[in-house]
């Protein structure tokens, strides 16, 4: 079983920026992807990035690419997702989530999830 803390959400202004920290913690895997979903009201959710541990391989949203960056500090089992140029239309709960094997971009591979953290951006 495996454990995930989000932490770092908030309120923040249009073209601000805002960091959000994943902690993991229980059974550690050889190979492991982390991802950042996100869910805006009346929206399904979607991806936003995701990293694999061990290769560095990341994958990004195109919606998002260029102004967020996920990346991850294996010592500390912890995923990071920087969010930068934060615009409206990125307001949402953030869901960080895990599985093993490779970085993939498919919600329903991801077998830990946790439990969210609400980002909320103003005009």
């Known amino acids: 079983q495996v454990q995930l803390v989000e932490s770092g959400g908030g309120l923040v202004q249009a073209g601000g920026s805002l960091r959000l920290s994943c902690a993991a913690s229980g059974r550690t895997f050889s190979r492991c992807a982390m991802g950042w979903f996100r869910q805006a009201p009346g929206k399904e959710r979607e991806v936003v990035a995701a990293?694999?541990?061990?290769?560095?391989?990341?994958y990004y949203a195109d919606s998002v690419k260029g102004r967020f960056t996920i990346s991850s500090d294996n010592a500390k089992k912890t995923v990071y997702l920087q969010m930068n140029s934060l615009k409206v239309e990125d307001t949402a709960v953030y869901y960080c989530?895990?599985?093993?094997?490779?970085?993939?971009?498919?919600?329903?591979?991801?077998?830990?999830w946790g439990q969210g953290t609400q980002v909320t951006v103003s005009s």
């Open positions: 989530a895990a599985r093993e094997g490779l970085v993939t971009a498919t919600e329903r591979r991801y077998d830990y």
């Open positions: 990293i694999t541990w061990s290769a560095g391989m990341t």
